[in-house]
T-cell receptor
C-alpha cells in the first residue's frame, strides 16, 4: 500500500521568500512521486514528477523537488514566491503501471505582499 | 497531451435527486478513475472505470450510490445518486494514456457539487 503525508495544511510566505512544502510518502515498491497544483476553481495541473534517474526534479513555474529515499521525502521548493503561486498543492505517489495515484491532503499556499 | 472535458463544471442540486457527471477524453485511454475531493480534504479514489465491465469500487463506495459507466475508451460517467448534503464535493475524473502509465495521468477540470 502507498500513502502520502503533507505536513501543514496551510503555509503562508511573503512575496520573494522561499517556498517549502513538505511531503513524505510510504511505499512498499519503488515510488513515482508527483506534485500537482490546483488554482481556485480549476483542475489539477502537474508541476513536476519523479520516476527514476536524477533525484532533483525541476518543474514548471520555477518549482523543484528532491527525492530523498533515506528520508522518504519529496519536498517542493521555490526560491522566491510570487503572488501567482497562491494555490492548493498536492503531493501524490504512484508506481510503475496503470494504478491510480494516491494523494496527500494538500497544502494551501498563501503569498503575502 | 490528452485533454478531458468534464461536465458540468458545477451544479447545485436538491437532496434526494441524482446527478450524472460526464468525462470525454480527446483520445483513447486505458484506465479512467473517479475521485472525490471533500472540502478541505484530499482526493479520494471512488472507483476505477473499466471499459466493457463493471467498475471496481474502493472501500466505502458502492455501486448503488455511485454508478459508473464506461461504454468505450474515451468516455465515462459517474452518477451521484440520492444525494445528501454530505455529497457536496468536487468530483474529478482522471485517465491514463495507452503508454506511460500513471506517470502521464491527466485530470478533468472537476465538478463542484453542492447539495442543498
Amino acid at each position: 500500500a502507498q500513502s502520502v503525508t503533507q505536513l501543514g495544511s496551510h503555509v503562508s510566505v511573503s512575496e520573494g521568500a522561499l517556498v517549502l512544502l513538505r511531503c513524505n510518502y510510504s511505499s512498499s515498491v519503488p515510488p513515482y512521486l508527483f506534485w500537482y497544483v490546483q488554482y481556485p476553481n480549476q483542475g489539477l495541473q502537474l508541476l513536476l514528477k519523479y520516476t527514476t534517474g536524477a533525484t532533483l526534479v525541476k518543474g514548471i513555474n520555477g518549482f523543484e523537488a528532491e527525492f530523498k529515499k533515506s528520508e522518504t521525502s519529496f519536498h517542493l521548493t521555490k526560491p522566491s514566491a510570487h503572488m501567482s503561486d497562491a494555490a492548493e498543492y498536492f503531493c501524490a505517489v504512484g508506481n510503475s503501471g496503470n494504478t491510480p495515484l494516491v494523494f496527500g491532503k494538500g497544502t494551501r499556499l498563501s503569498v503575502i505582499a | 497531451s490528452a485533454v478531458i472535458s468534464q461536465k458540468p463544471s458545477r451544479d447545485i442540486c436538491q437532496r434526494g435527486t441524482s446527478l450524472t457527471i460526464q468525462c470525454q477524453v480527446d483520445s483513447q485511454v486505458t484506465m479512467m478513475f473517479w475521485y472525490r475531493q471533500q472540502p478541505g480534504q484530499s482526493l479520494t479514489l471512488i472507483a476505477t472505470a473499466n471499459q466493457g465491465s463493471e467498475a471496481t469500487y474502493e472501500s466505502g463506495f458502492v455501486i448503488d450510490k455511485f454508478p459508473i459507466s464506461r461504454p468505450n475508451l474515451t468516455f465515462s460517467t459517474l452518477t451521484v445518486s440520492n444525494m445528501s448534503p454530505e455529497d457536496s464535493s468536487i468530483y474529478l475524473c482522471s485517465a491514463l494514456p495507452p503508454t506511460g502509465g500513471n506517470t502521464e495521468a491527466f485530470f478533468g477540470q472537476g465538478t463542484r457539487l453542492t447539495v442543498v
